[in-house]
């Protein structure tokens, strides 16, 4: 459920609750960006961890849990290699990120 959906119906038509609402939110934004020293670099380890996850590792393993007795070879071949991909790519992501937090705080 969206923030825009809690508005009271009797104010639907009003563009100004919606604006108001997004403009919080990108304060908000901003102000934890300010805030947290670390942001950018807390986020390239988000992203580096989540991103593969989501991009490259589920989309194939639901494939194979889906598919599970139907799978040729090749099909298994190529989710196992792009697993492979996406964990390695993860795991050098997540070593990247965690040095430059780790030379940060010397």
């Known amino acids: 459920m969206s923030l825009e959906e809690l508005i009271p ?12 609402i997004r ?5 908000s934004t901003l102000l934890v960006g300010l805030v947290i ?3 950018g670099l807390v986020m390239s380890l988000i992203g580096s961890l989540l991103t ?15 598919v599970r007795g ?3 070879f090749f099909q298994g071949l190529a989710c196992a290699l792009i ?8 795991v050098f992501g997540t070593y990247s990120a965690l040095s430059k937090i ?3 705080l010397k």
């Open 9 to 20: 119906s009797r104010h639907l038509k009003s563009h100004l609750y919606p604006i108001l």
């Open 23 to 27: 403009t919080a939110l990108v304060i």
């Open 37 to 39: 020293p670390f942001f």
């Open 52 to 66: 593969m996850l989501v991009a490259l590792i589920l989309p194939c393993a639901c494939f194979l849990s889906i």
């Open 102 to 104: 780790i030379d940060r």
């Open 70 to 72: 139907k799978v040729t």
């Open 83 to 90: 697993i492979a991909v996406g964990v390695v790519s993860s």
